[in-house]
Structure formats: structure tokens, C-alpha cells
């Protein structure tokens, strides 16, 4: 059998909970209520630093360490079941990428995301599957028709904070379409997945 490993991304804490930066919980949650059906139940487990459910040949993982070290998670859950890192999915939320907008890669840069970087130097490749989820754009404008980079502590303020009332139609809908993305590359691959989807 051949085990599929599903990491969503996030921060561990009340406080992070149903953030911006945590919709790789989100999915991974949602995931567990559908493959599981009801039956899929999240475990804490030390040696892995991770919240895990298995679900047939699917394991569904949150790492409760802060994001910007779910390497350590990942490549030790890797390690112990002697699996590459193409055999895994990791899902996290992308703030250049519109609200609602969804992007499959095979590979490339972390784009500054700390969670995929950190994965990155862990497993010493950027060649693992990642379902980029939009947030928002992480821009502002400057009345001048233009949009600046925002700055690193603005960064922070916007993927930590909550999404707003007004969002939660189009969040409800990423999290529909972000689970039915990685169904459709456990049940017709990639490439099935990537054309219905970027």
C-alpha cells in the first residue's frame, strides 16, 4: 500500500486558531471529516510534533510547532515511515495569491513562506507537492495606482489576523475547493488536479 502523508500548515494555540496563516488546518480538518467520515480522529504525538490522523493509506498531520519549524514535523514523520518527499502533500495559505484563488506545484521556491522554507531545508529539496491557498493579497495600495510590498511586521499583522465577516463566504469556499483539490490528486492525479484548479 502505498501511504500518502498530508500536512496542513499553521500555528498551534487557541489564539492562531481559524486565522489566515492556519487555513492549512482548515483543510486538513475538513479532509479528515470527509475521507474519515466522521471517524477520522486527530492524535497528538510527541515524537512526531504533530497532530495526526490515519485514514486508509491517507495520513492527515498538523504539526503543533510554529510554522516556521514545521520542518522538524515533517521530516521526522518522513523518516519513520521511510517515505520521499513525493509522497507528500502540504497545503498552506499564500497571501500573494487573491482570497479563494488556489495553486498547485510540483516544486520551486518557498516564496517566502516560512513553513514550506523550513521544509525545504529539512528535506533538502523543494521537490514535494504544495496546494497554495490565497488569503489575500498581501499588498497595499499607495492611492497612486501601484501596490507596495507590505513590510515584514504588516506581514505579520495580516496572515495573524482573523479573516472578516465579509470573507466568510469566500473562505468557506476556499476550504470547499482546497479539500476537493487534494481529493482530485489522491483519486486522479496531479495533473487532473492542476488543470481544473490553476
Known amino acids: 500500500m502505498c501511504m500518502k502523508i498530508i500536512f496542513g500548515l499553521g500555528n498551534p494555540g487557541g489564539e492562531y486558531k481559524d486565522t489566515r496563516h492556519n487555513i492549512g488546518f482548515m483543510v486538513v480538518d475538513k479532509l479528515g471529516h470527509e475521507l474519515g467520515k466522521d471517524t477520522a480522529v ?29 520542518g522538524i514535523a515533517v521530516s521526522s514523520i518522513l523518516n519513520f515511515y521511510k517515505l520521499q518527499p513525493s509522497d507528500i502533500i502540504v497545503i498552506h495559505d499564500d497571501m500573494d ?23 525545504m531545508d529539512k528535506l533538502h529539496t523543494d521537490k514535494f507537492l504544495r496546494v497554495r491557498l490565497g488569503i489575500g493579497k498581501g499588498k497595499e495600495n499607495t492611492g497612486l495606482n501601484t501596490d507596495r510590498r507590505l513590510n515584514q511586521q504588516t ?38 488536479a492542476m488543470n481544473r484548479y490553476n
Open 97 to 119: 495569491l487573491p482570497l479563494g484563488k488556489i495553486k498547485i506545484r510540483e516544486s520551486g521556491s518557498s516564496a517566502g513562506h516560512h513553513g514550506v522554507q523550513s521544509i
Open 42 to 70: 486527530f492524535k497528538e504525538e510527541e515524537k512526531f510534533k504533530s497532530a495526526l490522523a490515519r485514514v486508509g493509506d491517507v495520513l492527515l498531520v498538523k504539526p503543533v510547532i510554529f510554522m516556521n519549524n514545521s
Open 155 to 192: 506581514v505579520i499583522h495580516f496572515v495573524l489576523s482573523h479573516f472578516s465577516r465579509h470573507e466568510a463566504g469566500a473562505l468557506k469556499h476556499l476550504i470547499k475547493n482546497g479539500t476537493e483539490a487534494v481529493r482530485v490528486i489522491l483519486t486522479e492525479g496531479v495533473d487532473k
